[in-house]
């Protein structure tokens, strides 16, 4: 008996007490015993009631995906995606809005020769000049005379053409402008090339740079024209933008835009080849490219489900589980919607950069159910079906739900980024982790248990694999099975010869559908006795569950013995003598192949990571080369990230190689220079009057030409040199005081009435007036900048804006361009990426402390997630990848994957006791087969998008590829060999039988 002390042994002595383990090794053990306890009762109620599971949960799924169709919104606005709240930027394009109103669109069109355009002279003489500038005025004229339709409104050029003011004609720019765009003087024009060697002017007299109109332009040192490869012609658009189907563009310049690309696209003269370079067909060009790749993706998709289906599958028709890969994706398919609908309730819009969150949810979702069934294979396949998926849920569920739980905080750490769209994917992705785990450990694990059914039946022999549509368990199935074999547990002829005597029948009856049939004997009641019978049981060893007793059947005679067959393979049984019970398996046999199926027998990948991996990995000299090997490549990913640099070629990445309007991108940058950024330099309304700004207004003038990001063709165009010009000619010349207007009225007059002289109408809308025409509140100063990458965009937004505080800080002088939007997301996306990866970083630590319960082992996942984004960001480099918003969204979703697979391994070493070589081998035993799986089908479904041909799909293709990769290796070579030397302890290690 227990004595004072603690107790004391038979002869006296008292026991070693154990030592009382410490609060974090207590609380390690509670963690994980609290975890695996609720999954087990969790899967108990499952098990239970799996029908009113199913049901449960696809009312939830209506419920929550409802959103989709009552609260559906789409956010498809660039600025409101990507450019960071607060950005300078957004606050300069409401004011700029606001005081001159929405800027107009540029159409470019461009004409090169149809043969060896980089090379062809289209002005060689006069003959050559004039028969290409007839065609390209061809051009011109299909453009004025084609119409498109909005809505059953006919859109014209003339109705979507710019203006300055209402009475003036369309802003446009062309070496056409040398004969007004009439084809008559054209024709009439015998030297074509002297003609254009004269100033040209447009519409409003304005001098036009003949380097903005000729492409590939070489002079004589006269200034004469010597060559020329391509004609230009700009056209100016209107841009009267409205909310539509979640973008913002005025939809009938879209019209326009869309038609004036299909009528040149198919232009079919012979001398010229007309290309159009515009947001618009780009934009179209770009849409039309992610359908088709998302063809690919579905592709993808396809391949995750056949993959699945082969690895759940089972050479036997009781064993085999391919159906449930369909019931995982079903469950799947629920959290998308279920995600998607639930977002869109709490008022985010849906957007492009989401479209990826669904491969996401396939990729993780399928992991689970991987580790599920791989559960399911190792947990003793003779319990009843109940107590065995409590006991897969028991394991399994702690291990999704520690990588489910890191996986939805790091997209949740995600979220604090200013950036909309990082934001919105974000969200999307931490609901879609959420739900995808919620209906695997409900309504997935429901059909296990209605498939753990089946598997019982069809091992007892009902037919159709024990699927109950159109079939029912018989005693001819029964007797079937039993036939295929010569007395499987010999159990009839041993007890025959042992009681040869005895009036025995051999009959069989359905069993109990949680449990296998078991094998009884059952005795009636004796002439003398009016009890009724007794059987004893016959059942194999492992389990004494009272669920698995076969119900007694009503005996036919005095004395009865009932055998039923039991799934033990050369397992002694109970009551009976070991060489009895030596019979061959009762699974039943193959679906390919002869004899019987061995349900133990562990899967080709179970070894290669189980078995083969460790026996090299725990090795000394395999460590020495997975250390070498870890050297080698965070040698080249740390090269790689130092040589990292940021840029978006929207153009040229997102319209498909060897495509038309591709051609056209390609010869603008070859001839025209590129693609030139237009900005502003506007001036506020000042507290004095712009007469005493007057030095402030020609310095700003001065240095915006000076500025190293600004291009000298085309010309800055500055109102305030042109007023300045015209003062000495204009009838006030006998009025000015040292060449300027003598008091701020007649400063103020004079400007109005300079912009309606014809010198003055190309600076129409340069200078704003108060309400009452009496002094100027604002003004603005057009250039264009170089041709930039996106790093070197971030310092000439930089430049320009310092300059323009500067210079003019006394009229609160800005700088702004359209594109600056960009720039400005471009300036936060490294720093926003890095901010975002340390705070997942953070979160993930954090999260598998609690849940690991281990500060060592949750170190080392953190240690792994690291490297792994260190080989990420350098594989970016080699692979040419830049920095930008595209790639940024790649960065966060990389951090979900590269977490899960090293928690899994780090959940099964704390799991596992022993030596910590052993421990890692159990570690790799239990989950890394699974984890395997789950990266193959990955790699499978990704590798469809290594043809897709837009950038985006390019670029998730490596990136997912990387992260996939260097995520399994980490996880499954790097991490255990580290956590044997580390040495966490595990769960089990330290406690008294009491703790």
């Not at 498809?76 to 809005?97: C, E, F, M, N």
């Not at 957007?351 to 947990?379: R, S």
């Not at 630590?845 to 350098?874: C, H, Q």
Request: proline share 5%.
């Amino acid at each position: 008996m227990a004595g004072k002390g603690g107790g004391a042994a038979g002869n006296g002595q008292a026991l070693p007490q154990a030592p009382r383990p410490s609060f974090l090794r207590r609380l390690s053990t509670a963690v994980d015993r609290g975890i695996s306890t609720f999954f087990y009762r969790e899967a108990s109620v499952v098990a239970a009631y799996p029908y009113a599971t199913i049901v449960v949960t696809l009312l939830l799924a209506a419920a929550c995906g409802s959103g989709l169709y009552f609260s559906m919104s789409m956010e498809l606005d660039d600025v409101d995606l990507y450019t960071p709240r607060g950005a300078q930027s957004l606050k300069d394009i409401d004011y700029v809005l606001d005081t001159y109103g929405t800027p107009p669109l540029e159409d470019r069109v461009l004409a090169v020769s149809r043969r060896n355009w980089k090379r062809t002279n289209l002005l060689h003489d006069n003959e050559v000049a004039k028969k290409n500038l007839v065609e390209f005025m061809r051009v011109w004229e299909t453009i004025a005379n084609s119409s498109s339709s909005y809505n059953g409104e006919n859109v014209t050029y003339e109705s979507v053409c710019w203006r300055p003011l209402p009475v003036l004609p369309c802003k446009r720019e062309s070496v056409l402008d040398a004969w007004n765009y009439d084809m008559e003087k054209l024709l009439a024009d015998d030297d074509p090339i002297a003609t254009l060697n004269k100033d040209i002017r447009d519409s409003y007299g304005r001098i036009i740079d003949k380097g903005l109109l000729l492409g590939g332009l070489k002079t004589y040192r006269n200034g004469e024209i010597k060559s020329a490869k391509g004609f230009q012609l700009v056209l100016s658009l209107m841009d009267n933008k409205e909310e539509i189907d979640g973008e913002t563009y005025d939809p009938r310049t879209s019209a326009f835009d869309q038609h004036l690309v299909d009528i040149l696209q198919g232009w079919e003269k012979s001398r010229l080849r007309p290309y159009v370079t515009n947001k618009h067909a780009v934009d179209r060009a770009s849409d039309e490219l992610i359908q088709k790749d998302i063809v690919k993706l579905a592709t993808g998709y396809f391949i995750i489900v056949i993959y699945g289906a082969f690895i759940l599958f089972r050479n036997s028709p009781a064993f085999n589980k391919s159906h449930l890969m369909l019931v995982s994706v079903v469950s799947i398919l629920m959290a998308i919607v279920s995600a998607f609908g639930a977002v869109l309730w709490l008022g985010f819009d849906y957007n492009l950069v989401t479209a990826t969150i669904p491969f996401l949810m396939f990729g993780l979702g399928t992991d689970d159910t991987f580790v599920i069934m791989g559960a399911y294979q190792q947990v003793d396949i003779d319990l009843p079906v109940a107590e065995r998926v409590a006991l897969v849920m028991g394991r399994a569920g702690s291990s999704i739900f520690v990588t489910s739980l890191t996986d939805c905080i790091a997209f949740i750490a995600g979220t604090y980024t200013s950036i909309a769209g990082i934001q919105t994917f974000c969200v999307f992705a931490a609901f879609g982790i959420f739900f995808d785990f919620l209906y695997q450990v409900t309504f997935f694990v429901a059909f296990v248990v209605l498939d753990g059914r089946r598997e019982v039946r069809a091992r007892n022999g009902a037919s159709c694999a024990g699927f109950q549509c159109g079939c029912s368990q018989t005693n001819h199935d029964i007797e079937r099975v039993v036939a295929q074999f010569d007395d499987p547990l010999g159990i009839v002829r041993k007890m025959t010869e042992k009681a040869p005597k005895l009036d025995t029948t051999f009959s069989f009856t359905e069993n109990h559908v949680d449990a296998p049939i078991g094998v009884a004997m059952c005795r009636s009641p004796s002439a003398t006795s009016q009890s009724s019978a007794s059987c004893s049981e016959i059942q194999s060893s492992d389990s004494d569950d009272s669920a698995r007793r076969p119900a007694p059947v009503q005996p036919k005679a005095a004395k009865v013995m009932q055998i039923t067959i039991s799934e033990a393979t050369a397992k002694q049984i109970p009551g009976i003598p070991h060489s009895m019970s030596t019979g061959a398996p009762i699974w039943g046999n193959k679906i390919f192949g002869s004899g019987p199926y061995d349900p133990h027998k562990l899967p080709l990948r179970q070894k290669i990571v189980g078995t083969w991996l460790p026996n090299f990995t725990m090795h000394p000299l395999g460590q020495a080369v997975v250390v070498l090997l870890e050297v080698a490549l965070m040698g080249a990913a740390v090269y790689g990230c130092t040589k990292l640099t940021m840029d978006l070629k929207y153009q040229e990445w997102f319209t498909p190689k060897g495509t038309w309007i591709y051609d056209g991108y390609r010869v603008e940058g070859k001839i025209f220079g590129g693609t030139r950024d237009q900005f502003d330099i506007f001036t506020k309304e000042a507290e004095e009057d712009y007469f005493y700004h007057q030095k402030e207004l020609r310095r700003l003038g001065e240095a915006t030409r000076n500025n190293p990001y600004v291009v000298s063709y085309p010309p800055v165009v500055d109102w305030y040199d042109g007023f300045m010009a015209w003062l000495p000619n204009s009838p006030h010349n006998a009025s000015l005081v040292r060449g300027r207007a003598p008091d701020a009225p007649s400063f103020n007059n004079w400007v109005q009435e300079f912009l309606t002289t014809p010198a003055g109408r190309p600076y129409y809308g340069f200078v704003i007036m108060d309400d009452a025409n009496e002094r100027i509140i604002s003004s603005r100063i057009e250039g264009y900048t170089k041709a930039t990458a996106a790093h070197d965009a971030v310092s000439m937004v930089k430049s320009l804006r310092d300059m323009a505080g500067r210079v003019a800080g006394s009229l609160d002088a800005i700088a702004f361009g359209y594109n600056f939007v960009f720039y400005d997301g471009f300036a936060v996306v490294v720093e926003e990426s890095v901010r975002n990866l340390l705070s997942a970083g953070l979160a993930i630590f954090l999260v598998t402390v609690v849940t690991l319960a281990n500060v060592t082992a949750s170190l080392a996942v953190l240690f792994m997630v690291a490297l792994t984004e260190v080989v990420l960001l350098g594989t970016m480099y080699w692979a040419g990848i830049t920095f930008n918003m595209v790639s940024a969204v790649n960065l966060i979703l990389s951090v979900g994957i590269a977490v899960d697979y090293a928690t899994h391994v780090a959940h099964s070493f704390l799991s596992v006791s022993g030596q910590p070589r052993e421990r890692a081998r159990g570690a790799l035993d239990h989950i890394g087969g699974e984890v395997l799986a789950g990266a193959v089908t990955t790699w499978l479904a990704i590798a469809i998008m290594y043809f897709g041909e837009h950038y985006i799909f390019r670029v998730f293709f490596v990136m997912f590829l990387t992260t996939v990769s260097a995520a399994v290796w980490h996880g499954l070579v790097v991490l255990p060999i580290l956590l044997t030397w580390i040495r966490p302890r595990a769960y089990s290690d330290g406690l008294s039988p009491a703790h």
